[in-house]
């Protein structure tokens, strides 16, 4: 029964195919011109929808004939895991570890970090993100703590408010978040300088890879079961026209930019097995990114499991081979008298009294 279940849900909770699933869990009552739904699937900008037909007898006054409607259905579907404690626990596990969840970079301007109007009046803290030079681990330990304890959403700080990753994990809890395995992020490697080349933070998505060195902590303290990372990349379309303005080590090529990433803070996520670069954007056939420079960095996370998996067979025949050997030579011992011999062929018997269990000694026939 359990394993029947398990199909159902599995039928109920996961995305078909290759497709990704991304939660929309920043929310507002700022009215806009579009709302986003509850749970979005696709690969990147696609969305998907099923649909089914139904075919209804019909009669009319030239006979009878089949009207057909289309039915359009959300292809996950969660709201039965309301139903009990159990559905929850179950469905759960499968509906956070059994699909790849896909976020998108953050932007600080009002289009994705909207207000919301409150008893108190309007509500939009500070979205953005903390910069390289600032204390950035304190704020994080500080949203760290946050979320474990479930603050109210109002006492969140503001650039986790905002950030659908981290709000994700906040709106789910520690205990959902430990079952996932999946993720997958995309963003532009962001090679300009907002403060020289642009109009400002507010004009230009979230860095993805400032984004993912801020994420790692997160990752490692909640999501504790993650084994795939998906990375999409983007190419900067900002031009990069004052680069005598930048400060020292400023990357300047995107190999400069994700690599020392790839090959220390990334691999500091003990649970993490695959790493996958791939293009992305409106159109990833256009992007220009080359990505055979992060090969390596992908092969040393297929290296490491391979190496793991390795050294778990050695282990466990070590331990077959020592329970064997421990088991060949152990020599029986008799139950009664304690020589190396099973009790079925003890001599050590009562010469009195002819029975197993004592000496002449201490026979008790002996005493009548």
Known sequence: MTEIKRL????????????????????????????????????????????????????????????IHRIYRKPIDASFLRTCKTMAEMGNKILYGGNELYFRMSNPGCIQSPPSLMA?????????KPENSEDWKDQVDKIITQIENQVPLCALTGWAYYDPFLRFLY?????????????KFEGTIKLHLCSVDCLGSEACDDDLVWS???YIPFIQKFCTAVEKLTLCVDEDVQLATNMHLYPPGHPLTYEEALLPLLCNGIREIESLKEIAIIHGGWSPEDNNIDLRVFKPAELWFQKRTRKRAYNAVKELRSKLEAAEA????????????????????????CNFCGEFGHLRRTCPMRKL
């Open 171 to 183: 709106t789910i809890g520690s205990n959902n978040a430990r079952h996932i395995k999946s993720l």
């Open 212 to 214: 993912l060195q801020l």
């Open 326 to 349: 421990a088991k060949n030579n152990t020599k029986p011992t008799c139950e009664f008298c304690s020589e190396d011999h099973i009790w079925a062929k003890c001599h050590n018997l």
């Open 8 to 67: 159902i849900f599995g039928f109920a909770l996961t995305a078909p195919g290759s497709y990704s699933l991304r939660p929309f869990v920043v929310t507002c009552n700022w009215v806009r011109r579009w709302c986003a739904p509850d749970y979005a699937v696709g690969s990147g900008s696609e969305y998907l929808e099923h649909r089914s037909k139904i075919w209804v007898p019909r009669r009319d006054a030239n006979g009878p004939y089949t009207e």
């Open 120 to 128: 108190r009046g309007v509500y939009r803290p500070n979205a953005n």
